[in-house]
């Protein structure tokens, strides 16, 4: 089971999410989005804060921050007993995971990419507020709803390829256009000219008979 929390600390609505045990623990590591920000450091406590469009994972609220990190000492058995926890926290696509590593152990690809909040003891009207926001799913729709994301994803970076096509197209015809008038402008230059030279004077097709001029 995958329980869902939602926190509205930054003005918003952030949803949360944490897996049951160890072994749904497996199923976030496996089916996290790149966008997911991921908080652990205890044993059976993964928590996930799917960030919003334009969010970055380094520059989160304080307060949203702490929600996680609280969810995390909450959720751990060995973690909520103790005082002065330090929460590691950093994005999903940083996680690494391995043939090596016991059921729900992950560890990091790049050390750098990681934060540490220190949670100095639980915070019962924190944990109570996201507590009331729980809901419980089953863990089984975690790969259909990554499937759909990245549809979506796709789909979008499909538009974007479109757009950018018609630039370089319009781009180019502009180019294009532009070198015509630069290759054309002095033709076009004596062909005025030569049409003043000419204005003046007379011929047959000006309706005069040559007869007159004898």
């Known amino acids: 089971m995958v329980y869902y929390f939602t926190s509205n600390v930054d003005g918003g609505q952030s949803a949360i999410y944490v897996g049951k045990d160890k072994f749904e623990n497996e199923e976030l590591i496996k089916y996290g989005w790149d966008e997911d920000f991921h908080a652990d450091n205890l044993s059976s406590a993964h928590v996930?804060?799917?960030?919003?469009?334009?969010?970055?994972?380094?520059?989160?609220?304080?307060?949203?921050?702490?929600?996680?990190?609280?969810?995390?000492k909450a959720n751990s058995i060995e973690g909520n007993k103790k005082d002065n926890v330090a929460v590691i926290y950093t994005p999903w696509s940083n996680l690494l995971k391995n043939a090596s590593m016991v059921t729900g152990q992950v560890g990091f690809r790049d050390q750098k990419k990681t934060r540490t909040i220190l949670v100095p003891t639980r915070l019962n009207p924190t944990v109570n507020r996201l507590m009331k926001t729980r809901t419980v799913a089953s863990a089984d729709g975690l790969f259909a709803e990554k499937e759909q994301h990245l549809?979506?994803?796709?789909?979008?970076?499909?538009?974007?390829?479109?757009?950018?096509?018609?630039?370089?197209?319009?781009?180019?015809?502009?180019?294009?256009?532009?070198?015509?008038?630069?290759?054309?402008?002095?033709?076009?230059?004596?062909?005025?000219?030569?049409?003043?030279a000419g204005g003046g004077k007379l011929s047959n097709q000006d309706g005069f008979d040559e007869d007159d001029f004898m």
């Open 48 to 72: 996930y804060l799917r960030l919003k469009p334009g969010q970055e994972w380094e520059n989160l609220p304080v307060a949203l921050v702490e929600d996680c990190a609280q969810l995390t």
């Open 151 to 196: 549809s979506e994803l796709r789909a979008k970076a499909r538009e974007k390829a479109k757009e950018a096509r018609k630039e370089e197209e319009r781009l180019k015809k502009e180019r294009r256009d532009e070198k015509y008038k630069r290759e054309h402008a002095y033709e076009d230059l004596m062909r005025g000219d030569d049409e003043e």
